[in-house]
């Protein structure tokens, strides 16, 4: 666990993020929402069809979701209150810009719902392309410079030994604990 300066508390865990307890989990989505693979597919085989129904009225309703950006649904049977579905870049078409947003972004949003836990996986890493550190680097710039509101713990969860690996490194590295 890393008590960083500005109060947040990150711990990094290997596992199912749908297993995890916290109040919102955060999914790598794309801007369609159409959660066909990956941790979006695991997220909604687990919780239910419920959130790809939000999912989809929700595009209907605003249009689709910006890179960078996230949309908020209910989480049907997981035990979170929320699902932050945030859409990360594509490695080497969208910018890494869009992925420190998406994690920022996300961050907010829970902030916004008065949350104090967050599950975050290792967005753009896997059917978008991103090697494990450059995302590591980015979410640990991302944590070390926010300012949390209701917001305390962070879970970073990673699905492969070698990602929990890399991101404990990155983290030992470049975190700015207290
Ligand atoms: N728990 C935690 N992490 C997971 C899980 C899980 N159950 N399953 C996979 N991962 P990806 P992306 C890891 O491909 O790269 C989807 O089709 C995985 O090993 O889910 O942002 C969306 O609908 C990897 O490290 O997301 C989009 O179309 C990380 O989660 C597109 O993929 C992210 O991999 C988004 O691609």
Same mark, same amino acid.
């Given at each position: 666990?890393?008590?960083?300066?500005?109060?947040?508390?990150?711990?990094?865990?290997?596992?199912?993020?749908?297993?995890?307890?916290?109040?919102?989990?955060?999914?790598?989505?794309?801007?369609?929402?159409?959660?066909?693979?990956?941790?979006?597919?695991?997220?909604?085989?687990?919780?239910?069809?419920?959130?790809?129904?939000?999912?989809?009225?929700?595009?209907?309703?605003?249009?689709?979701?910006?890179?960078?950006?996230?949309?908020?649904?209910?989480?049907?049977?997981?035990?979170?209150?929320?699902?932050?579905?945030?859409?990360?870049?594509?490695?080497?078409?969208?910018?890494?810009?869009? +992925?420190? *947003?998406?994690?920022?972004?996300? #961050?907010? @949003?829970?902030?916004?719902?008065?949350? &104090?836990?967050? %599950?975050?996986?290792?967005?753009?890493?896997?059917?978008?392309?991103?090697?494990?550190?450059?995302?590591?680097?980015?979410?640990?710039?991302? +944590?070390? *410079?926010?300012?949390?509101?209701? #917001?305390? @713990?962070?879970?970073?969860?990673?699905? &492969?030994?070698? %990602?929990?690996?890399?991101?404990?490194?990155?983290?030992?590295?470049?975190?700015?604990?207290?």
């Amino acid at each position: 666990m890393y008590k960083l300066k500005n109060g947040l508390e990150v711990h990094v865990i290997k596992g199912d993020i749908t297993e995890i307890e916290a109040d919102a989990i955060v999914n790598a989505a794309n801007s369609y929402l159409q959660h066909g693979g990956g941790v979006a597919y695991a997220i909604v085989k687990k919780g239910g069809y419920v959130i790809q129904k939000e999912s989809d009225e929700y595009v209907k309703k605003y249009g689709p979701v910006p890179v960078g950006d996230v949309a908020v649904t209910t989480a049907g049977k997981l035990k979170a209150k929320y699902i932050i579905h945030a859409v990360g870049p594509r490695y080497g078409v969208e910018t890494d810009d869009k +992925l420190e *947003s998406a994690i920022r972004r996300s #961050l907010e @949003k829970a902030d916004e719902l008065n949350l &104090s836990s967050i %599950a975050l996986p290792a967005i753009s890493t896997g059917i978008y392309g991103y090697p494990y550190e450059t995302c590591a680097i980015i979410m640990a710039k991302v +944590l070390n *410079s926010y300012r949390p509101k209701t #917001l305390g @713990k962070v879970l970073v969860v990673l699905y &492969s030994d070698e %990602a929990y690996e890399v991101f404990k490194n990155t983290f030992d590295n470049f975190l700015k604990t207290e």
